[in-house]
């Protein structure tokens, strides 16, 4: 399943949001403009549906409690709300959707409380689920701590939506915490997301299925790392520690090989999203993906990802935060798969592509020439202030 439509209201920078989306989202803006809080919501939705460790009154405290999550301009409304429409393939009618909307209690504790959580299943036509809207809420208000998403016992009906919702996948990989892992101790945040445990979850694959993806990951990687072979996963003899290694063609004849703390950042970045986008089937989100890479290879990483989507057993869905010229330079990007951050006094809009950016990219431009903010005049005059 994928996302096809986003709604937001009161979600940190965002007063209100209603966007379609695609199998594959890009995510555009300045500087500040709530990239990475556009992702967020994914993520607390993994963080509510958990079945372990999870659920709403973790998630929202995580985030430093509802006053963080609210957004400024809520003065009326308080209410945080977040509706997931949820459909088999792009370009399809959905088949779920699934609304959740909270705020705070008002007194005591200040906890987060379900104001609404209805589940739709649009196959059928029927709500499986309307809270609070019912006897039991009314009759325990405890109830509304927590929602029916987190609750195996309570979802059997939707768990398909819980499932994939606890499976979303984020990826903002740092190669330096990966290269020197044992110096750093063995504290990680949960979920990873930093990729400290990519060798370990390397490690954990079946040999035939980590072998087979390692094979398809070095040949699409051959485009940016033509001198890299024999990509493979080994264990140290002597410690049993985890290692990638390759053979490196260079101009000494005697080629040797190197392991993961001699691969340069942007390689081991490349890995990362490669194995990420072999390993699962659900939505995955990569936070700027073309740090530490120089701009011949961003510009290739639009192609890499959809060349390791076709070779991949379930193509995942993948949202992408960037504001790389570069990468969105490339001409096979679709207008509609680009989402644009516009920052204003009333909130930050999310803004989908127009008809004339549309008819721009057909006529030859790319995204990055019609799509992607650019550095107004004054903002220029701005910044010469502090020029030597």
Known sequence: MLITRLTLKNWRNFHKVDVALRERVYVIGPNASGKSNLLDVLRFLRDVAKPEGGGLQKAVKDRGGVTKLRCLLARKDPEISIEIELAERVDTDPVWRYTLAFKSEGKGQQRPLVSQEKVED?????????????????????????????????????????????????????????????????YRMEDDPFGQAFLERIAKTP????????????????????NMRNLRFVRDKITGTPHLEALYEHWRPDAGWQREDQFSDGTLRLLGIMWSLLEGNSLLLLEEPELSLNEDIVRQIH??????????????????????????????????????????????????????????????YSVAETMLPKVKPAQVDQLSQFRP
């Open 303 to 364: 192609q890499l990802i959809w060349r390791m989507q076709r070779q991949a057993k379930y193509r995942r869905q993948v949202f992408i935060t960037t504001h790389s010229e570069a990468l969105l330079q490339e001409k096979s990007i679709d207008p509609r798969e680009v989402i644009r951050l516009e920052p204003t006094r009333d909130g930050t809009n999310a803004i989908e592509s127009s008809d004339e950016d549309k008819a721009l990219i057909a006529a030859g």
């Open 122 to 186: 649009l196959r059928s036509g029927k709500v499986l689920l309307n809270r609070p809207d019912n006897k039991e809420d009314k009759v325990d208000p405890e109830r509304l701590t927590q929602t029916h998403l987190e609750q195996i016992n309570t979802n059997r009906e939707f768990r398909e939506v819980a499932d994939f919702f606890a499976s979303v996948t984020y990826l903002h990989l740092v190669p330096q915490l990966l290269k020197h892992a044992e110096e750093l101790g063995g």
């Open 207 to 226: 040999e035939k299925t980590s072998h087979a993806r390692l094979s398809k990951i070095e040949e699409v990687l051959r485009v940016c790392v033509p």
